[in-house]
């Protein structure tokens, strides 16, 4: 053992010299370098560390996205608007093309209208009398009165207007006039209808009424029909027409007397003026 002890202790030496040595070594080296850099000692630098490249700016390219985003909307807002706009425009135009149209027909109409009351005359007072006068001019009957109801009392005064018939002054009136064949002699009935059918069409027949106006009518019709119907004293939409009744005693038969009188004959004309 202690044999071990003193070369330990030599060891120690040795090794003490040598860190001794390198103490004064390193101070010698330390000396001469500050001897050649003016005594300043240049700092220590490490090495250069790599470039790294930038991260991306997150909240910069979300605020990009997000005025692009809103770019957009603002500009199909925009074409919405226009498009809207476009929409109106051409349904007012279509608007105004169908007011425009609307009242260029009215205006027509108007005017039309306007021309038919210049052509038809001024509007017939009615009068109070129902009394009217009938003219034949083909049958030499002049002014004939025509009084309400078709009672004998009344065909005995002339001819007889058929009452629930229309009356001259009246739009779209079926007046109808019913007088006998052979009548009653002395009296303005005698035989006041017996020619009846020797009226054609084109045959003037004229009324006048108790207040002196006048209603021109042509023939237009020729009526054959059972006694029993009545259809030839209804309205006819959009005429205004005298109706002249007699009695016949059959079908085509105009010349005979009597004594039956199967048969209405009605000779129809329509208004001119």
């Given at each position: 053992?202690g044999?071990?002890?003193?070369?330990?202790?030599?060891q120690?030496r040795?090794?003490?010299?040598?860190?001794?040595?390198?103490?004064?070594?390193?101070?010698?080296f330390?000396?001469?370098?500050?001897?050649?850099t003016?005594?300043?000692?240049?700092?220590?630098?490490?090495a250069?560390?790599?470039?790294?490249?930038?991260?991306?700016?997150?909240?910069?390219?979300a605020?990009?996205?997000?005025?692009?985003?809103?770019?957009?909307?603002?500009?199909?807002?925009?074409a919405?608007?226009?498009?809207?706009?476009?929409?109106?425009?051409?349904e007012?135009?279509?608007?105004?093309?169908?007011?425009?149209?609307?009242?260029?027909?009215?205006?027509?109409?108007?005017a039309?209208?306007?021309?038919?009351?210049?052509?038809a005359?001024?509007?017939?007072?009615?009068p109070?009398?129902?009394?009217m006068?009938?003219?034949?001019?083909?049958?030499?009957?002049?002014?004939?009165?025509?009084?309400?109801?078709?009672?004998?009392?009344?065909?005995?005064?002339?001819?007889?207007?058929?009452?629930?018939s229309?009356?001259?002054?009246v739009?779209?009136?079926?007046?109808?006039?019913?007088?006998?064949r052979?009548?009653?002699?002395?009296?303005l009935?005698?035989?006041?209808?017996?020619?009846?059918?020797?009226?054609?069409?084109?045959?003037?027949i004229?009324?006048?009424?108790?207040?002196?106006?006048?209603?021109?009518y042509?023939?237009?019709e020729?009526?054959e029909?059972p006694?029993t119907?009545?259809s030839?004293?209804?309205a006819?939409?959009?005429?205004?027409?005298?109706?002249?009744?007699?009695?016949?005693?059959?079908?085509?038969d105009?010349w005979?007397?009597?004594?039956?009188?199967?048969?209405?004959y009605?000779?129809?004309?329509?208004?001119?003026?």
């Amino acid at each position: 053992m202690g044999r071990r002890q003193r070369i330990s202790r030599r060891q120690r030496r040795i090794l003490t010299g040598l860190l001794v040595a390198a103490c004064l070594a390193l101070g010698a080296f330390v000396v001469g370098i500050s001897a050649l850099t003016g005594g300043q000692s240049a700092p220590v630098r490490g090495a250069d560390a790599p470039e790294v490249a930038a991260a991306p700016d997150l909240a910069n390219a979300a605020l990009i996205e997000a005025r692009a985003r809103a770019a957009g909307l603002a500009a199909r807002r925009e074409a919405e608007k226009a498009a809207d706009r476009e929409a109106a425009e051409e349904e007012a135009a279509r608007q105004a093309a169908a007011e425009q149209a609307a009242a260029e027909q009215a205006a027509a109409e108007q005017a039309a209208a306007e021309q038919e009351t210049a052509q038809a005359g001024p509007t017939p007072a009615i009068p109070a009398d129902t009394t009217m006068y009938l003219t034949v001019p083909k049958l030499g009957l002049y002014d004939i009165p025509v009084v309400e109801g078709t009672s004998e009392a009344s065909l005995g005064q002339g001819a007889g207007h058929y009452v629930g018939s229309g009356y001259p002054w009246v739009e779209d009136s079926n007046t109808y006039i019913a007088g006998h064949r052979l009548g009653y002699p002395g009296t303005l009935s005698d035989h006041v209808f017996y020619y009846l059918p020797n009226l054609a069409e084109g045959d003037e027949i004229v009324l006048t009424d108790s207040l002196g106006q006048t209603y021109t009518y042509q023939v237009s019709e020729i009526l054959e029909v059972p006694i029993t119907d009545l259809s030839v004293t209804a309205a006819i939409p959009g005429r205004d027409v005298v109706s002249l009744q007699t009695c016949i005693e059959n079908f085509g038969d105009y010349w005979t007397e009597g004594p039956n009188w199967y048969v209405r004959y009605v000779v129809r004309a329509d208004r001119v003026s």
